[in-house]
């Protein structure tokens, strides 16, 4: 099989709408029903549900307190208008920090989780967020392990959307047979 991947300059907020379009598209030629998706404040979110109206969207945002005690980054305003179109907010804590996050924090040591999302860094760090998003998915309940998926991110400081895959998501307890099929773009770093 031959695809096009799209190799961004750089990790730029500026490709959101671009990275919706090849996305829809993409699901469309392959037949995927559900796509997952980084956001934040809610904002690349909302941009999602309107550009991807007709499939499975399932957003994922930070868990409470991921940036200063009980503050909860996805705005009220950015959930409803997700989920009156449809879409689904999953809030998390990251399936690769949690615990091993606090223990870091703590003891200052690398915990597997650390290991897993610095290795996966090395391809961007929206591809680490887009295999990490896909795990939480799964574990919610929201995406099935046994149907490729698309999945979407960014480079946190930029905002927006900037890399786009097609997985196969899996429980994160078996985070070994999760499997990277397509890189629909990426910043090329």
């Known amino acids: 099989m031959e695809t096009k991947v799209l190799f961004f300059e750089s990790a730029n907020v500026q490709y959101t709408d671009e990275v919706l379009s090849l996305v829809k598209q993409r699901a469309m030629e392959l037949g995927i029903k559900s796509i997952v998706i980084a956001s934040n404040s809610g904002n690349t979110a909302v941009k999602a549900v309107n550009a991807l109206k007709g499939f ?52 200052n040591t690398l915990q597997i989780g650390d290991i897993i999302a610095n290795t996966l860094r090395i391809f961007g760090q929206g591809m680490k967020v887009a295999c990490e998003i896909a795990l939480m998915a799964a574990d919610a309940g929201l995406v099935r392990s046994n149907e490729p998926a698309i999945s979407i991110a960014g480079t946190g400081k930029t905002g927006g959307a900037d890399t786009a895959i097609v997985i196969s ?21």
């Open 56 to 107: 499975n969207v399932i957003v994922v945002s930070l868990a409470t307190g991921s940036r200063e005690p009980n503050l909860q980054v996805f705005t009220e305003d950015n959930r409803k208008i997700v989920e009156r179109a449809g879409g689904k907010v999953l809030t998390s804590v990251h399936a690769f920090g949690g615990v091993s996050a606090a223990m870091r924090d703590k003891f």
């Open 169 to 189: 998501p899996v429980n994160s307890i078996r985070f070994f047979d999760l499997k990277v099929h397509e890189i629909i773009c990426k910043p090329r770093l």
